[in-house]
């Protein structure tokens, strides 16, 4: 496990191995996926892993490089690796996801995966790609300023990654296997995590519980990723307010808050100042959920920030006050204050001359079940789409079969607007709205065709929020709001000023979020949602960015050694 001295040293070296140079850098990794004893929480059992560590090695750059990892496969599963918010310029190929831009990396065998960064800034991550590997394969990507930059902030005293995960006692691969199996609704897990421990207050785990030193009057940076499975997470630091300086690799306008909402997939940068009397402190976050009934986890996990100095601590850390778990308004406010920073040194590109509309209803569903004999509602089986397509991975990849022309893989007839024009967020909405068509479709996009997408959820089983997430890109979130979308009014409100330039937003519950971006990085590219049973169920889709017309607008070819399916 991660302490903070142990994280300033290795920050230290790898940041001292940088080589000075204006040109991209090449950093080589080795990554052994392997399975590994975890003796923690009252239990024994052995978790997948990256190098042995959960959660695994933190990866440092510089705005441009490239970065090479040598995946090996020493586990007894298949396994991918996405760069979770890294563009991956005409490179789709080390992208990660299963079955959409590769075949995953068979036990025993190698993928030299080249990450290919290039206007990233700031903190994104890593984290496997196939089935619910990624609740123990997982890992922060911190990408730092060119030389001769700086951070648009005062450089802090420290900066300390912070992870917030989710732990199962059971076999993550049972927890997948019996709810697919059932058509239910996966096990709840049985605590949340920071940087791999639950906090002292779940049993034996008092000694392991990460702890944050900190010295008075000095400023900190943390960079948290949320690789939590299925929420949305509320996180504070008692009596401390934080300060939100950059999210998904873009910087973003300052902001002071006494609370985060991040949602699965998102990454926050933010300063905290140790301006408090010298005392210990909770750090916290639990879980946010706006589905009326859900059952998840509701415990608490908590770090500590101990003050460094000569005093009596209180006898117990003292808690940060929450939101409840069910408060929307503190959600969705929290996410409408983000802002691109949008200065001279770091301007943005808001599309404007928009080509191509397009309007993907977020739903859950449910599809029958023989004898009604599976778990959902009424003995159902649950499910979820877009635009009422439930997707299917195919058992060859899209972009191979992309590339090579390979037939009866995908199709291309992914719907522009939903099949059915109803209230998508009305009450009582009957049962057969609910039934999704399931098949493998992809919607193509021209080279350079500027997109606007409105994300609608609707209220077919339940409305809830969903973190969407697109590969391959990142978005302007122009608009949002609650209700149905209307094409007429709600575009009066945008924001095409400062709009934040992020990779995943939270759709929120029975609302829309609008998003712009550019169709200029050809290839294959998937979008999902991030929690990961509805990603299960098929709330998924792909993108193909057609070739442009120059050599410098095409995909290049694939490396050598691509996982074969």
């Not at 590997?133 to 700086?150: C, E, F, M, N, Q």
């Not at 307010?241 to 808050?257: A, E, H, L, Q, R």
Request: net charge positive; hydrophobic share 35%; with cysteine.
């Amino acid at each position: 496990m991660w302490s903070v001295s142990n994280v300033l040293v290795l920050q230290f070296m790898l940041l001292c191995s940088l080589v000075a140079a204006e040109a991209s850098v090449i950093h080589r990794h080795k990554f052994t996926i392997e399975e590994t004893p975890y003796t923690k929480l009252c239990s024994s059992k052995k978790i997948l892993t990256v190098n042995g560590k959960f959660p695994g090695p933190v990866l440092y750059a510089t705005v441009g490089d490239t970065v090479i990892v040598d995946v090996y496969n020493k586990g007894s599963e298949n396994i991918t690796i996405h760069w979770h918010g890294v563009k991956m310029p005409r490179f789709p190929w080390a992208d990660g996801p299963e079955f959409v831009t590769q075949c995953p990396i068979q036990p025993g065998t190698k993928f030299s995966q080249k990450i290919v960064l290039s206007d990233e800034e700031g903190t994104l991550w890593w984290h496997a790609h196939s089935d619910w590997s990624r609740a123990t394969v997982h890992g922060a990507l911190l990408i730092y300023p060119k030389k001769g930059s700086r951070f648009p902030f005062p450089k802090p005293s420290a900066e300390v990654p912070i992870i917030l995960g989710e732990w199962w006692k059971s076999d993550i691969k049972d927890v997948l296997t019996e709810f697919t199996a059932s058509g239910g609704d996966p096990n709840i897990s049985d605590a949340y995590m920071i940087n791999g421990q639950p906090g002292d207050l779940f049993p034996c785990s008092k000694n392991d519980t990460f702890k944050l030193t900190v010295e008075y009057g000095k400023t900190y940076m943390l960079r948290m990723v949320n690789a939590v499975m299925n929420n949305i997470m509320f996180f504070s630091i008692a009596n401390h307010n934080i300060t939100v300086v950059g999210s998904d690799g873009s910087y973003m306008k300052p902001f002071t808050s006494d609370y985060i909402a991040i949602s699965p997939g998102q990454t926050i940068d933010f300063l905290v100042e140790a301006n408090q009397p010298r005392n210990h402190y909770y750090m916290a976050a639990r879980a946010y959920s706006s589905a009326p009934g859900a059952l998840f986890n509701r415990n608490t996990t908590t770090a500590v920030v101990e003050y460094r100095g000569n005093y009596t601590p209180s006898s117990s850390p003292i808690m940060p006050n929450l939101p409840v778990f069910n408060d929307t308004n503190s959600s969705v406010t929290f996410t409408a204050k983000l802002r691109s920073l949008a200065d001279k040194k770091h301007p943005i590109n808001v599309p404007l001359n928009v080509t191509t509309n397009l309007l993907y209803t977020i739903s859950l569903n449910t599809l029958p079940c023989t004898n009604n004999s599976c778990a959902g509602p009424r003995g159902s089986r649950f499910s979820a789409s877009i635009n009422n397509l439930t997707f299917s991975l195919p058992r060859i990849d899209i972009l191979q079969a992309y590339y090579k022309n390979i037939n009866q893989v995908f199709t291309r007839e992914f719907p522009d607007f939903p099949p059915l024009n109803f209230n998508f967020t009305a009450s009582n909405l009957s049962v057969v709205l609910r039934l999704p068509d399931r098949r493998t479709e992809v919607k193509v996009l021209e080279y350079g065709t500027v997109v606007e997408l409105v994300f609608q959820g609707t209220n077919l089983l339940s409305g809830i929020d969903h973190p969407m997430h697109l590969h391959g890109y990142s978005f302007y979130v122009v608009g949002w709001g609650f209700g149905n979308f209307n094409k007429t009014t709600d575009p009066q409100n945008y924001n095409l000023v400062d709009p934040p330039l992020v990779n995943t937003i939270s759709v929120p519950r029975n609302g829309w979020t609008a998003i712009r971006f550019k169709a200029d990085n050809p290839g294959v590219w998937f979008m999902h949602c991030h929690f990961e049973r509805h990603a299960t169920w098929g709330m998924e889709m792909a993108f193909i960015v057609k070739n442009g017309k120059r050599s410098n607008q095409k995909v290049l070819p694939p490396p050598p050694d691509m996982p074969k399916c």
